[in-house]
């Protein structure tokens, strides 16, 4: 596993320069008091304070750089671009900066959220032959500064998992990070792994891993001692073909990212240990590849699942719910207070939302209202989707309890949520279909692996846990 970029704010100084951030209107009252010295080359330069603009102010005596000043733009623009500030922060020099400015508390965090995140950089396959010089923040009065170094250093881990690309990161070298980060916190780590997935009754995990040389495994991770269960299941296709019904090679091509849902919740996993929050963590990672061999599983076949449900398999590239179905049985046979899935599922989710939000299925209004104030103050949206009961016929075949791939044509992420909710019993239940992955460059998030959902989580815990008996 790559090495989770180190994080850290700098400390104050005699040293550090001013970024001033500013609203658009601002800037008058800016150019005429502390920025009256710059005030000429600021309208020369044609700086607006527009999201993310930035400026570079020259020393007194024209050598070096005093300062800089950068935009906040309109309550519009920070509406349509998250972490848009974070665009000034590459073009800033070296050094230590703090902020300056009028920052709501919720401006202030994302600004310094976005400006850590900005640091992420993915080079195992191409590294840097000389270090890139960062620009550091001092962190502003007010916010939690670990809180937010663990934020950063929980997407990173999970943006570092899914850009690996699966000859380096199949079942055996995700259980590898899932044992690195049990050291790292002192959890146990255990795996149930080959035949003997079929001998433990997994045998939906099995039959999805079993025609890759790379054996299917079940990753068991357990932390936390004292307070409420919670269980978080993850999606852990290394890399999926989509078996006999093989994909295409364009819907092939981002198949390195279809663990994503183990990456996202392991770095969940890795906020809540670092914080050292008062839970019984468990991480339940059912961890395959979906490839094509003469053991594959076929088209037609009925798998009968851990739970005793038998499922009809009508598209092999509907995998990520079988194994997903095994491990939520199992999960739920130590009634955890509260179980999270979080998996890279369907394509319908994407049609329905797009790549930017974090979708979300759960019957329970209490986790709705805390995870909405989660996604709010962690600047991580999410959108709720609904468990609509009348689609439930849709998953019955008939000749099996279940069907993987229903032939309703529409509605297959819910379709997709129904589907594991049969395996759900006994506890409050909430699953996630993210895509986990950036699509291009944006603030703060550049193109490739991106974590969903996890910050949204983090923040509503207090919450949703407060309703555990």
């Not at 179905?325 to 899935?341: M, N, Q, R, T, Y």
């Amino acid at each position: 596993m790559p090495p989770t970029p180190h994080f850290a704010f700098a400390q104050a100084s005699s040293q550090t320069r001013p970024l001033h951030v500013l609203r658009p209107e601002d800037l008058p009252a800016f150019l005429t008091g502390a920025g009256q010295p710059w005030a000429g080359w600021l309208k020369a330069a044609g700086f607006e304070a527009g999201l993310g603009e930035m400026r570079l102010l020259p020393a007194a005596d024209g050598n070096g750089v005093a300062g800089a000043v950068a935009g906040l733009g309109s309550e519009l623009a920070r509406r349509r671009l998250r972490f848009g500030l974070a665009k000034a922060v590459p073009a800033l020099p070296e050094g230590d900066w703090r902020l300056e400015g009028t920052l709501s508390e919720a401006d202030a965090f994302e600004a310094t959220l976005g400006w850590l995140l900005s640091g992420y950089r993915f080079d195992r396959y191409r590294p840097s032959r000389k270090p890139t010089p960062q620009p550091r923040l001092v962190c502003p009065e007010g916010l939690d500064p670990a809180r937010l170094l663990t934020m950063a250093e929980g997407e990173a881990l999970t943006r570092d998992l899914i850009n690996t690309p699966a000859e380096d990161m199949g079942p055996k070298e995700l259980e590898a990070a899932v044992e690195a980060l049990g050291k790292r916190f002192d959890a146990k780590v255990t795996t149930i792994k080959g035949s003997t997935l079929l001998r433990e009754n997994f045998p939906m995990i099995h039959a999805v891993g079993r025609a890759s040389p790379r054996e299917p495994r079940l990753i068991d991770l357990r932390w936390g001692k004292k307070g409420p269960k919670l269980t978080l299941v993850g999606k852990g296709v290394c890399f999926d073909t989509g078996g006999l019904n093989l994909k295409p090679s364009a819907g092939m091509s981002l198949m390195k990212k279809d663990m994503g849902g183990a990456a996202t919740v392991l770095g969940l996993a890795h906020m809540i240990m670092a914080l050292g929050l008062k839970v019984r963590l468990r991480v339940l990672i059912p961890a395959v590849e979906n490839v094509v061999a003469g053991n594959a599983i076929k088209p037609k076949d009925i798998l009968t699942s851990r739970k005793g449900l038998t499922v009809e398999v009508n598209d092999t590239d509907a995998e990520g719910r079988l194994v997903l179905g095994d491990a939520l049985a199992f999960a739920c046979e130590e009634k955890p207070d509260v179980l999270i899935s979080m998996a890279t599922l369907t394509g319908a989710a994407r049609v329905a939302v797009g790549p930017d939000l974090a979708p979300y299925y759960t019957d329970d209004d209490a986790i709705v209202a805390a995870l909405e104030a989660g996604a709010k103050a962690g600047a991580d949206p999410v959108w709720r989707l609904p468990f609509h009961d009348p689609y439930d016929s849709v998953i019955e075949p008939g000749i099996a309890d279940l069907d993987n791939s229903p032939g309703f044509g529409f509605a297959g992420s819910i379709t997709a949520a129904l589907f594991l909710r049969r395996f759900v019993q006994d506890t409050r239940y909430l699953h996630f279909d993210i895509y986990g992955h950036s699509p291009s460059d944006q603030p703060a998030r550049p193109k490739g692996g991106a974590g969903q959902g996890a910050r949204a989580v983090l923040e509503g815990l207090p919450a949703i846990l407060s309703q555990a008996d």
